[in-house]
């Protein structure tokens, strides 16, 4: 399995700037999916701690209402270098033989506004959620989520088209 944690090339504002995701072999008929792993809660005082002004930037279209709230969850639902230390041992423990890789790096900042949040976009047909901290000897200490896309990834059987 790939470990692969791409050190902050320049300062990062705040402890909460590190993104996870990892590679399952074979999930739901399709091979290879990344699924982007996420916080889905904090506590208020977090932040509140936070100078926002710091840490978000411009819209990311100039013509876009800023909306500061989804730049915010976006930075919240990130882990610390330690959060991310951890999930990379439980998930090379737990799920090595399902796993091509685990990645992690910082998420960019400025973070822009409108940009969404992870626990903002909507399930459909093809993309969803994953609750690894619902699942059953689950021993990290916050909650995991994870979220994935069918649809960026090939079936595991390709269909013969006639």
């Known amino acids: 399995m790939l470990i ?14 590190w993104s996870v995701s990892i590679v399952i072999k074979s999930f739901k008929g399709r091979k290879d999916v990344e ?5 889905p809660e904090w506590d208020e005082l977090e932040e509140d701690a936070y100078d926002w002004n710091e840490v978000l930037g411009d819209p990311m279209h100039p013509d876009m209402d800023a909306d500061m709230a989804s ?50 976009l909507p399930e459909g047909k093809d993309v969803g959620f994953v609750l690894f901290d619902k699942i ?3 021993t990290l200490p916050f909650p995991v989520r994870g979220f994935f896309d069918l649809s960026q990834h090939a079936p595991i059987v390709e269909v013969d088209q006639k």
């Open 4 to 17: 692969d944690i791409v050190p902050a090339q320049e300062r990062i504002p705040v402890d909460r700037a």
């Open 35 to 39: 699924v982007h792993l996420f916080r």
């Open 71 to 120: 730049g915010r969850k976006l930075v919240l639902e990130s882990f610390t270098a330690e959060e991310r230390d951890m999930m990379v041992a439980y998930f090379q423990e737990r799920y090595a033989d399902k796993l091509d890789a685990i990645r992690s790096c910082t998420i960019d900042f400025p973070v822009p506004l409108g940009i969404p949040a992870l626990s903002d």
């Open 136 to 138: 059953p000897n689950y």
